[in-house]
């Protein structure tokens, strides 16, 4: 199968051509897993008998833009995981059982791939869920770990600069209150020098009376 050209985006290098790493999987009395790095194959059919399996898109690469997963749960159930990003078209029913539409009608990304589930389930149940990869998940817990460092960070400059304009302030008004008290006190020295003055004109008035009586 030749590879279909596909949109730009990180979605290209997953969506690979070929005839897939697996078409199909039985648990009878039993259970089945497809996860990790497998190619999805254009149609993949899983039967499950009192049994149960479980098909995880998350790191898969994917033979074709679109892929079908056709479920057959009987007294049985089968559980697909796609990742976020990954449009989800649910054609299945259930027979006395359970068909997961809850994921359908969630737009896809630009080039990401297209995801069919079809088939039935009778007295049993197929789920269909949407969860990031544990690598993701980290990858999210340590973006978020690091936006609360900086938001504290950023907390402890603003802390900082109110800090330095508190101080800044203070040290303004210590300065205007110190050239207010030495204002004060040269008010008071004038004053004083001129009162001394005044007193030394009087006692000059007082004498030269004295000695003109004289």
Known sequence: ??????????????????EGSSTGAVAILSGFQRKGRWT????????????GGEIDLREANFADREVEINCIAIMGGAQV????????????IGIM???DHSEEGVPGDPGAPRVIVTGFAFWGGVGIERKVT????????EERRQQKLDRGSS??????SHR????GLHDAHREAMEEHRDAIRRRHEERRERHEERRERHRDRRERRHRDWD
């Open 81 to 92: 995981v796609v990742p976020p990003g990954v449009e989800v078209v649910v054609r299945g």
């Open 1 to 18: 199968m030749v590879k279909e050209p596909v949109d730009g985006g990180s979605w290209a290098g997953r969506i690979v051509g070929g």
């Open 155 to 160: 907390a402890k400059e603003l802390h900082g």
């Open 134 to 141: 544990r690598a993701e998940r980290q990858r999210l817990k």
């Open 164 to 167: 330095d304009a508190l101080s």
């Open 97 to 99: 059982g359970a068909f």
């Open 40 to 51: 999805v194959p254009k149609r993949f059919t899983c039967f499950s008998f009192f049994g």
